[in-house]
């Protein structure tokens, strides 16, 4: 998750409500590919010693008139977790892809959006490999991929927005319908249901809502956003199993030129009330908060950018209380290569170091803190037919 960038202007900001500002940019097709590389090491006291990440994504954007637009993305990617007894378990394969079209209803006033999770990535993990499934769906931590498959899912929705007086003010909406997957490798304790034994999961469906405005202010422009979003019940064999708590979504960034350099500094937190384990009692589990705030720059060196960022997150979580659970500090830094007019090379790095607290038996946060130290590189291909 990163602070918004949208542009300016009502049509902007009914864009950015929905899909990438970059989207919108691009008057050819335009495709993307590269790799990424991550690895996180840990001191001792978590049971882990490491995890690592490689992702190569590729992407296509289709602008097929002025109003409609496609677009599909999707990443092969590895992933590695070395436990305290030098242990290594290793998920591989290709995640889902999403494909989406994108059409303005209404120039500058409103945008329809349709999308498709395509259920071609990696499920049925083996016991052996759920905790590094587990350790790449970190809060705190952002992995190049977070979830190999998820299941086909269809996700709707609708962007309004109109200048108010010097600001331009938008309101999206959007709902996403499941389908089931079967995330277990080992089908032996499926549950039964009417005398059936079911391995099927479908996670719950999502309304999300969400609340925006933007204005000038001198050089420089302020973005603000709300998002919020309720589950459906998620289902394990056709059986109710958990509700996931509401999500709360705060953004704001401030964006201003000092020379050739421009400028942004950003906040944003969010915060998931509890869920409930349906299967157990309505046992609830423990919310949880992550607030990140950081800076950014983007210099411009003739027909390149390099483009600076510092971020510093905290995240804590608890049944009862907040309580500490996490930091990290990230540096990092991008230069985009211009290479004629329609081809760029993007080259990343970045550095972080924080570190995570242990976990109670009841999954609470205790007061053991273990260091971490983390790095990332990446190079990214675009190229415009």
């Known amino acids: 998750m990163s602070a918004p960038r949208w542009a300016g202007g009502a049509a902007a900001l009914a864009a950015a409500m929905l899909l990438p500002a970059s989207l919108l940019a691009q008057g050819g097709v335009t495709a993307f590919a590269g790799a990424e590389a991550r690895g996180v090491s840990y001191q001792a006291g978590l049971g882990i010693k490491s995890v690592s990440e490689i992702a190569v994504p590729f992407a296509v954007i289709w602008p097929a008139s002025a109003r409609l637009s496609f677009d599909l993305g999707g990443r092969y990617?590895?992933?590695?977790?070395?436990?305290?007894?030098?242990?290594?378990?290793?998920?591989s394969g290709l995640t889902d892809i999403?494909?989406?079209?994108?059409?303005?209803?209404?120039?500058?006033?409103?945008?329809?959006?349709?999308?498709?999770?395509?259920?071609?990535?990696?499920?049925?993990?083996?016991?052996?490999?759920?905790?590094?499934?587990?350790?790449?769906?970190?809060?705190?931590?952002?992995?190049?991929?977070?979830?190999?498959?998820?299941g086909f899912n269809v996700t709707t929705g609708l962007a309004l927005a109109l200048p108010v007086g010097g600001w331009a003010l938008g309101v999206a909406g959007s709902y996403r319908l499941n389908g089931d997957f079967t995330p277990f490798a080992d089908t032996t304790n499926c549950p039964v249901n009417n005398g059936t034994a079911g391995c099927g999961y479908k996670a719950g469906g999502e309304l999300r809502v969400r609340v925006g405005a933007d204005r000038l202010i001198g050089q420089g422009r302020l973005s603000l956003g709300l998002t919020y979003s309720s589950f459906g019940?998620?289902?394990?064999?056709?059986?109710?199993?958990?509700?996931?708590?509401?999500?709360?979504?705060?953004?704001?960034?401030?964006?201003?030129?000092?020379?050739?350099?421009?400028?942004?500094?950003?906040?944003?937190?969010?915060?998931?009330?509890?869920?409930?384990?349906?299967?157990?009692?309505?046992?609830?589990?423990?919310?949880?908060?992550?607030?990140a705030f950081g800076a950014a720059g983007s210099v411009q060196m003739g027909r390149n950018v390099l483009r600076p960022q510092v971020e510093y997150?905290?995240?804590?979580?608890?049944?009862?209380?907040?309580?500490?659970?996490?930091?990290?500090?990230?540096?990092?830094?991008?230069?985009?290569?211009?290479?004629?007019?329609?081809?760029?090379?993007?080259?990343?790095?970045?550095?972080?170091?924080?570190?995570?607290?242990?976990?109670?038996?009841?999954?609470?946060?205790?007061?053991?803190?273990?260091?971490l130290t983390g790095w990332s590189a990446g190079l990214m291909l675009r190229a415009t037919m």
């Open 233 to 291: 019940d998620d289902e394990f064999g056709s059986s109710p199993i958990f509700q996931s708590g509401k999500r709360y979504i705060g953004q704001g960034s401030w964006t201003f030129p000092i020379g050739n350099v421009g400028l942004q500094v950003y906040a944003w937190d969010l915060y998931r009330s509890p869920g409930s384990q349906l299967i157990s009692g309505g046992v609830t589990t423990q919310k949880r908060n992550l607030l």
């Open 77 to 91: 990617a590895t992933a590695s977790r070395k436990g305290s007894n030098d242990s290594t378990v290793t998920i």
């Open 313 to 371: 997150r905290i995240f804590t979580m608890g049944e009862s209380t907040l309580a500490s659970a996490g930091r990290l500090l990230s540096l990092g830094v991008q230069y985009q290569l211009s290479v004629g007019d329609r081809f760029a090379v993007l080259p990343s790095v970045r550095f972080d170091t924080g570190s995570e607290n242990a976990l109670d038996s009841s999954g609470n946060p205790t007061s053991q803190s273990v260091n």
């Open 98 to 150: 999403q494909v989406r079209g994108v059409y303005q209803l209404i120039p500058d006033i409103a945008v329809l959006t349709v999308s498709a999770n395509l259920p071609t990535g990696k499920t049925k993990i083996t016991n052996d490999q759920l905790l590094t499934a587990g350790a790449i769906a970190s809060d705190l931590l952002p992995y190049p991929v977070t979830n190999f498959g998820s």
